[in-house]
């Protein structure tokens, strides 16, 4: 089993910047934990993929967030981050946590972020 905690959402200008960070918690060890990532939905949309990154620290991510965004994982603290600059209307969603390990998939309740114009 694995637990995850959102947090960082918040309402920003367009142009800001926000840290999401996911907290994770487990029965195991945080390394038994494989790629973790961050995906987001609008209303109205599909989820979507923002970025992966692997135990590894291999870090992949959606064209729209290329450049902008920057995914990280802190293995002593059981926490990944997504750090997101020059932020845009569109980026606005709920931003959820997702974390595989032994092929499951766990995911977070989500975080809103909001970015006005």
């Given amino acids: 089993q694995v637990q995850l905690v959102e947090s960082g959402g918040g309402l920003v200008q367009v142009g800001g910047s926000l ?3 996911c907290a994770a918690s487990s029965s195991g060890t945080f390394f038994n934990i494989g790629t973790m990532g ?3 939905q609008a209303p109205g949309n599909q989820r979507e993929l923002v970025a992966t990154i692997t135990s590894s ?3 992949n991510y959606a064209d729209s967030v290329k450049g902008r ?6 293995n002593a603290k059981n926490t990944v981050y997504l750090q997101m600059n ?8 709920v931003y959820r946590c997702s974390a595989y390990k032994f092929g499951t998939a766990y995911w ?3 975080t809103q972020v ?3 114009s």
Avoid: N
């Fill in 19 to 21: 840290r999401l960070s």
């Fill in 38 to 40: 961050w995906y987001r």
């Fill in 57 to 59: 620290g291999t870090a």
């Fill in 69 to 74: 965004f920057t995914i990280s994982r802190d």
């Fill in 86 to 93: 020059s932020l845009k209307p569109e980026d606005t969603a």
């Fill in 108 to 110: 977070g309740q989500g």
């Fill in 114 to 116: 909001t970015v006005s």
